[in-house]
């Protein structure tokens, strides 16, 4: 039960996190593999907030959102646009998008290394026991879930049930028919990438509110998200969902029954097991 | 109120239109009649902005010159598109559909009445609001098609051969269904290989030939026309 409850708290911020990959590769179509970076550094800025000017995280996720959104905005339309625009197909922008990501990926670790050396942060928020049947949990870890809850609450009003968010599903499962219905799907994808980002952002602060974290860290998220998003089916909201707290609650049942060192290895183990036998993602039907 | 003059589309070094010239008004049906490869296809996404028209191609929609705008601000404009094979969003509802439809900004102050109308026009898309369109029939995702087009508050209605995959009984209905569009004041071009049904609602009708528009007539007078009967009617006299 324990370990359930523990999975769960942790899965709701991989949720964010995995939900800003997936709408980055469902929409925009760019595979960003530099989205662990935008997690340490909301992380980081995050910290600062806190340290040097005691902002409450939750605050500072208000802040640090939507300059996060204004970044990934600009990384698309500097960086990605110009390949967008030569890709011929979208196997061809999946390459170059990869390429060009794993480039910012150091390019961004290197700024946050020179900027906070290599060292481990953390910071103490809320750090109280919170008991839920009759069992201490950290109090940060469920205000974290409960702010995960909320943000992606959110998103899934704003994606189901505004125009603006249909719009943004509409490019994700077909831009050339999109396109028809006066959507444009340009600044949709550009728009898509960068909420994305911001979502992640969200991610990393909520997750710097009770891990420690280091500037070299962002590759690790990059592939929890990237094994969730997979596991969830590319694109699909609530499978990416259901699949961040089956991680989350894997790995607290690897790190507390076997070893802590080994959950990483039950990542793979589980990503593995979808692609062998549900590679269209847990939820999702074969495709045609 | 749709003008086109001088089209061209090319395809690399391939010519697929050259010289084509057209005109399509309010209320009205024109019918393009054409073999397989003939260009019908190309025409409608060079009006739609999907493929590059070449240069010295004019094509003005209400006076306003369109020829080089992006496919989403043609739809600004007053054209919307059913392409060949319909291009509906299958994963959403049929209600997400009709609601992206009105996506344009000319569109969204009468999305309510231009909903009601659409419902009028295909009662059945009212019934499966909450239907994923991937499961539904052909026909009722030619509804969603043209239901979701409509949405769009287009001044021109462009319909890449509708009638294609259904059944004779259901063709007809679709062919009704487009007559009773083109009452409400709609423009109508229309891309079929149906010369019959689609003469028999038409105002007029385009005969196009390798790339190149070879004969305006009457709808009427068509049915009438000897060649056209025996290159589209099968050889003998439609029930005109
Ligand atoms: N994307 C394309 N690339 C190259 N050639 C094309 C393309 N689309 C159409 N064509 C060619 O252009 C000509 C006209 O095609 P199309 O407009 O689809 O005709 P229709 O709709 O009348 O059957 C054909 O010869 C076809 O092979
Ligand atoms: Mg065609």
Redesign the pocket.
């Known amino acids: 039960m324990q370990i359930i409850v523990t999975g769960t708290l942790l899965g709701g911020t991989y949720a964010l996190i995995a939900l800003g990959l997936t709408l980055q590769y469902g929409a925009a179509r760019i595979m960003n593999l530099a989205n662990g970076e935008t997690l340490v550094a909301a992380g980081f800025v995050a910290f600062w907030l806190f340290t040097a000017l005691g902002v409450n995280p939750l605050l500072g996720m208000v802040l640090i959102a939507p300059m996060a959104l204004a970044l990934n905005w600009l990384i698309y339309a500097w960086l990605l646009r110009p390949l967008v625009r030569r890709a011929k197909n979208r196997g061809m922008l999946e390459v170059d998008s990869i390429l060009a990501t794993f480039g910012l990926l150091f390019l961004f670790q290197g700024l946050m290394l020179l900027g906070f050396g290599g060292g481990y942060f953390s910071y103490k928020f809320l750090a109280e026991p919170f008991l839920i049947l009759g069992e201490p949990y950290g109090l940060n870890r469920v205000v974290a879930f409960v702010a995960a809850v909320i943000v992606a609450s959110l998103l899934y009003l704003f994606l189901y049930h505004t125009r603006q968010g249909t719009a943004v599903r509409a490019v994700a499962v077909d831009p050339a028919s999109a396109r028809l219905v006066a959507i444009d799907v340009a600044r949709t994808a550009a728009f898509a990438f960068a909420l994305g980002g911001a979502l992640t952002a969200c991610g990393g602060i909520l997750l710097s509110t009770f891990y420690t974290f280091n500037a070299s860290m962002g590759v690790i998220f990059t592939m929890k998200a990237l094994i969730i998003v997979i596991m969830g089916g590319v694109g699909d909201v609530r499978g990416a969902t259901l699949a961040a707290l089956i991680l989350g609650i894997t790995e607290t049942a690897v790190a507390s029954l076997i070893d802590p060192g080994l959950t990483l290895a039950a990542n793979y183990a589980l990503f593995v097991l979808v692609l062998l036998f549900r590679p269209q993602g847990i939820l999702g039907r074969a495709s045609a | 109120m749709l003008e086109v003059s001088n089209l061209g589309v090319c ?2 070094r ?1 010519t ?2 050259q010289g084509v010239s057209l005109h399509v008004e309010k209320g009205e049906i024109s019918v393009m009649l ?10 409608l ?1 060079a009006v739609a902005g999907i ?1 590059p028209a070449e240069p010295g191609t004019e094509i003005r929609m209400n006076g306003r010159a369109i020829s080089g705008l992006d496919a989403h601000l043609i739809v600004e404009q007053g054209i919307a598109l059913v392409p ?1 094979g319909r291009g509906v969003f299958g994963e959403l509802t049929v209600e997400e559909n009709l609601a992206l439809g009105a996506f344009a900004k000319r569109a969204r102050g009468s999305e309510k009445s231009t909903l009601g109308l659409v419902h009028e026009l295909f009662p059945r898309l009212a019934e499966r609001k909450r239907q994923q369109v991937r499961t539904m029939s052909g026909g009722e995702q030619q509804m969603v098609a043209i239901g979701r087009a409509l949405m769009s508050r287009p001044d021109i209605l462009m319909l ?1 051969e509708p009638s294609l995959g259904l059944s004779p009984l259901l063709s007809k209905d679709l062919f009704k269904s487009l007559k009773r569009i083109a009452v409400s004041g709609f423009g109508i071009l229309l ?1 079929e290989q149906n010369a019959k049904l689609s003469l028999k609602i038409a105002d007029r009708g385009y005969l ?1 030939e390798n ?1 190149a528009i070879t004969g305006e007539d009457t709808a009427d007078n068509l049915r009438h026309n000897p060649a056209v009967i025996n290159a589209y009617l099968g050889g003998h006299r439609g029930n005109a």
Do not use: F, Q, T
């Not at chain 2, 054409?34 to 025409?43: E, W």
């Open positions: 395809y690399g391939h697929a239109l054409g073999a397989n490869g003939a260009g019908k296809s190309s025409l996404k493929v060949e890449d891309v196009i790339g």
